[in-house]
């Protein structure tokens, strides 16, 4: 089980599962949510349409149409106000239940993107940190379950990546963390 940090493009991702920084409304939007439903097509969007929504810091699942994924994990980030109306509360919220659906639905790798630190504006360094620390958290938790072994966080920009690395090797440096994540 390891976390791992790229480049990339999450819609490119063969793994069986990729989460969707969607909004309440799960009926497409601009960043990557837009992204993943030019990839998948209309079918997704139809699916979408059938699930009423989600609030933020929880997750919905779909299939994955004609991404390579089997399926799409979709939750609403917080938007940033401040920090102070529960922001990092409900980021965090967001990976434990997109991996939790995962796990649900057998999934074995998930693919995240950086939730809420677009069109959100949470800020970057903040919002690496809670990602970090709650997949590896949930890892270290869920492990012996064997359901979800690979995690891998998706930049979309040099600048995200190096913050999520830079998370990662505080993370690291203390003591006692597993399992052990892949720089
Ligand atoms: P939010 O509204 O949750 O802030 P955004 O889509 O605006 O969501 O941004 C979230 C992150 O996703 C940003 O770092 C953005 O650069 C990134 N992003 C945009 N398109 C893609 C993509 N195709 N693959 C991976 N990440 C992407």
């Known amino acids: 089980m390891s976390l791992k940090i790229i480049l990339g493009d999450i819609t490119e ?17 601009g960043g990557v949510d837009g992204a993943i439903h030019r990839v998948a097509g209309p079918g997704l969007l139809e699916e979408c349409r059938g699930l009423r929504g989600c609030e933020t810091g929880q997750a919905k699942i779909t299939k994955g149409y004609r991404l390579p994924a089997a399926y799409v994990i979709h939750t609403p980030g917080p938007i940033w106000q401040g920090g102070g109306q529960g922001e990092a509360e409900l980021l965090a919220s967001c990976y434990k239940s997109c991996l939790d659906l995962a796990a649900a639905h057998q ?4 693919a995240f993107p950086s939730i809420s630190t677009g069109v959100y504006r949470f800020p970057l360094e903040q919002g690496a ?15 012996d379950r064997q359901q979800v072994q690979q995690v891998t966080m998706v930049c979309f920009d040099e600048k995200t990546k ?5 998370a990662l090797t505080e993370a690291n440096s203390f003591a006692g963390n597993k399992p052990k994540a892949e720089a």
Not at 13 to 29: E, H, P, R
Not at 162 to 166: G, K, M, N, R
Request: net charge positive; glycine share 8%.
């Open 107 to 110: 999934c074995k790798t998930i």
């Open 129 to 143: 940190a809670i990602a970090v620390k709650t997949i590896l958290q949930w890892l270290a938790q869920n492990g």
């Open 13 to 29: 991702q063969k793994t069986d599962a990729i989460v969707n920084a969607a909004n309440t409304s799960l009926l497409g939007g």
């Open 162 to 166: 190096q913050a999520y690395d830079q």
